[in-house]
């Protein structure tokens, strides 16, 4: 065997299997982090500087904030607007009342595409 030249501290499973483990991981660490780096290197999107970034929004028109909780809660106002409670229907019943309003829906679906297609020409 080849380690049996060796002196026994080198035969130990510290140096077989956990040296080379280690070496992997901490030189892959740096191999990645140059592999990584490529990527910005040779990147074509060129960088801008805060006062490019606050002429070029200068330009454009004045954007709106939006505050995240206000606009829950007008998405919350305009379901609980159109929300319709329905009852899901029995194997043995007949589902009367969901199809009536699958077909309301289906018509004002239709009626929105008509009054778009109308205003677009």
Do not use: C
């Not at 939006?66 to 007008?74: C, G, K």
Request: hydrophobic share 40%; no cysteine.
């Amino acid at each position: 065997m080849v380690f049996a030249a060796l002196p026994p501290i080198f035969r130990s499973r510290l140096f077989r299997y956990g040296l080379p483990f280690m070496v992997t991981v901490v030189g892959g660490s740096f191999w990645l982090r140059d592999f990584a780096q490529l990527r910005y290197t040779f990147r074509k999107v060129k960088r801008v500087s805060a006062e490019e970034f606050a002429e070029l929004v200068g330009k454009q028109k004045d954007l709106r904030r939006v505050d995240p909780e206000e606009l829950l809660r007008e998405v919350q106002a305009e379901a609980d607007a159109n929300y319709e409670m329905v009852r899901g229907p029995r194997p043995w019943e007949e589902n009367n009342q969901l199809e009536e309003i699958k077909k309301k829906r289906q018509e004002e679906r239709k009626r929105k595409k008509e009054a778009a297609a109308a205003a677009v020409v």
